[in-house]
């Protein structure tokens, strides 16, 4: 699960079964079955927005092509990468994880040049012929450009984003857009835990209290809150 707020606030975490990825073998497929889900929340006066695709490929690129084909219908290239970093560092080699991306969009100003296939099958009646649109030559050939960014590429710390663009692209042209610095930032507060806590029945809440209290740890920053059982009107 990830969650952006702008400008720049992220906050993220991923949850797996330690057993199942010790007993993958070495090149086994990470990805489980369910769905990927992106939910686009605007604000108080707006309805949210949410778009589902069933988890299908082999990683989590291929759910995101799959998200933009069928949900958004903007065709849609997403390259990531991941790998660990030693750096040395005084008292030994600093070890971290770096990861590393790249989102490639075919957003053409004419409405012809923007149209996309129908899905296959889609409500069309059995026998149909899929729906074919001969692909435009600059998403051809932007495909073909983004298919040969090697790993090492997305994850270098020596190398910008802007460079890597340029060294892509630079024949078709590129404009660079101020960046929007990432933080750290969740969302949680003591307040949102009580009234979560709050919404739960009685019998739930009773259940909730452990050593004379309840405590409560963020999934996401890990931050922990602690209440009597009297606070959100459970018996202790
Ligand atoms: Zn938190």
């Known amino acids: 699960m990830a ?4 400008p720049g606030g992220l906050r993220g975490y991923a949850r797996f079964s330690a057993e199942k990825v010790e007993a993958l073998p070495p090149e086994g497929r990470l990805l489980g079955e369910g769905h990927l889900a992106m939910t686009i929340d605007r604000g108080l006066d707006t309805e949210r927005y949410q778009g589902v695709v069933p988890l299908e490929g082999e990683s989590l690129t291929e759910a995101a092509d799959t ?10 290239r997403v390259r990531l990468a991941v790998a660990e970093e030693l750096r040395a560092e005084p008292g030994g080699a600093r070890h971290r994880w770096r990861a590393g991306g790249i989102m490639l969009q075919f957003l053409p100003k004419s409405p012809e040049r923007a149209r996309v296939a129908d899905l296959d099958p889609g409500d069309a009646p059995e026998g149909t012929a899929p729906h074919v649109v001969q692909e435009d030559d ?3 050939e932007g495909q073909a450009l983004i298919s040969t960014v090697e790993d090492i590429e997305l994850i270098d710390p020596s190398l910008s984003s802007e460079r890597l663009v340029y060294r892509l692209f630079h024949e078709p042209g590129v404009r660079v857009f101020r960046g929007i610095p990432l933080c750290a930032q ?7 835990v009580e ?3 709050k919404s739960f029945s009685q019998d739930d809440r009773d259940h909730m209290v ?11 920053c890990s931050a922990n809150y602690e209440f009597a059982p009297a606070d959100v009107g459970a018996k202790s």
């Open 138 to 140: 600059a998403w051809v």
């Open 67 to 76: 998200y933009f084909r069928q949900s958004e219908q903007i065709p849609t």
């Open 195 to 197: 009234a979560m806590l």
């Open 3 to 6: 969650d952006y707020q702008v």
């Open 210 to 220: 452990e050593g004379g209290k309840i405590s409560v740890t963020c999934e996401f």
């Open 186 to 192: 969740c969302s949680c507060s003591r307040a949102n």
